[in-house]
Structure formats: structure tokens, C-alpha cells
């Protein structure tokens, strides 16, 4: 439930719902982006949270399930559709992805909001690094 005062002095503080901690996410490249949208997107109500829904309250955890479920399938039905294979990821990958992308363990462990880095290190493999693979801009 991120809300505008979560923006300060170019960090956004995301609180861990699993750890527990916050973290602060540098305010650059492609979450510049996306914060800029938001804010500048026109609401029909005020509203102090980032992502809300037409009453200007926070979207839910089923909530955003829901729209994510719905836009998967439907990118899943286009992509089958063209005659390409679908390959099945859940969300709880990003959060892995996250923390692999990390340069060091100390990094990976900031990310998680880990409070110990030996469960960072259990977890998590910190191995070779490979540059991705950007999609192309539509």
C-alpha cells in the first residue's frame, strides 16, 4: 500500500511484507518512469495511495491477483495464438530475480530486507552475472 509520502528524497521506502524491513529503492530509470505515470495519471477521486481503485482506496493483494492473472492469460492466449510457447512464471520468481541480480550479498540482502545475512545466503545463489536481454520498445 504505497502512498505518496513513501516518495522521499529520491528513494521510494517499500516495507517487506515477508522480512518485515524497508527498503529504499533508488528513484531512477524504469521506476522513474513509472512513478511519473502514476502521478500524472488523471483520478476521478484523490487519493494519497499510488495504486488505488476508482474510490481512490489501495487495490488489494486479490485484487491486483486478479488483473495480473487476467492480463497473463490473455498475453498467454496471443502468444500461443501467433504460435510461440508460453513459458510459466509465477510473481514469487521476480523477488528471486531481484536478489540474483544483486552484485553482492550485502546488496541481495538489502533487497530481501534480510536482517541476517546468513539467510540471505541460504537462500540465494550469488553467482556469474549475465546482462538480460532487453524486449524491443513498441
Given at each position: 500500500k504505497l502512498t505518496k509520502a513513501d516518495i522521499d528524497g529520491?528513494?521510494?521506502?517499500?516495507?517487506?511484507?515477508?522480512?518485515?524491513g524497508v527498503v529504499e529503492?533508488?528513484?531512477e530509470l524504469d521506476l522513474e518512469s513509472v512513478l511519473q505515470r502514476i502521478l500524472a495519471r488523471k483520478r476521478t477521486i484523490s487519493s494519497?495511495?499510488?495504486?488505488?481503485?476508482?474510490?481512490?482506496?489501495?487495490?488489494?493483494y486479490w485484487r491486483l491477483r486478479t488483473m495480473f492473472d487476467d492480463a497473463?492469460?490473455?498475453?498467454k492466449?496471443?502468444?500461443?495464438?501467433?504460435?510461440?510457447?508460453?513459458?510459466?512464471?509465477?510473481?514469487?520468481?521476480?523477488?528471486?530475480k531481484n536478489a540474483t541480480d544483486a552484485?553482492?550479498?550485502e546488496q541481495a540482502q538489502e533487497r530481501l530486507a534480510h536482517t541476517d545475512a546468513r539467510t540471505?545466503?541460504?537462500?540465494?545463489?550469488?553467482?556469474?552475472?549475465?546482462k538480460p536481454n532487453r524486449l524491443p520498445q513498441r
Open positions: 529520491g528513494k521510494l521506502l517499500a516495507a517487506h511484507s515477508k522480512a518485515g529503492l533508488d528513484i494519497v495511495f499510488l495504486v488505488a481503485d476508482e474510490s481512490g482506496q489501495p487495490l488489494t497473463q492469460a490473455a498475453a492466449k496471443k502468444w500461443e495464438d501467433a504460435g510461440r510457447t508460453w513459458v510459466t512464471w509465477q510473481r514469487k520468481d521476480l523477488r528471486t552484485d553482492t550479498l540471505t545466503r541460504a537462500h540465494y545463489r550469488m553467482g556469474l552475472k549475465a
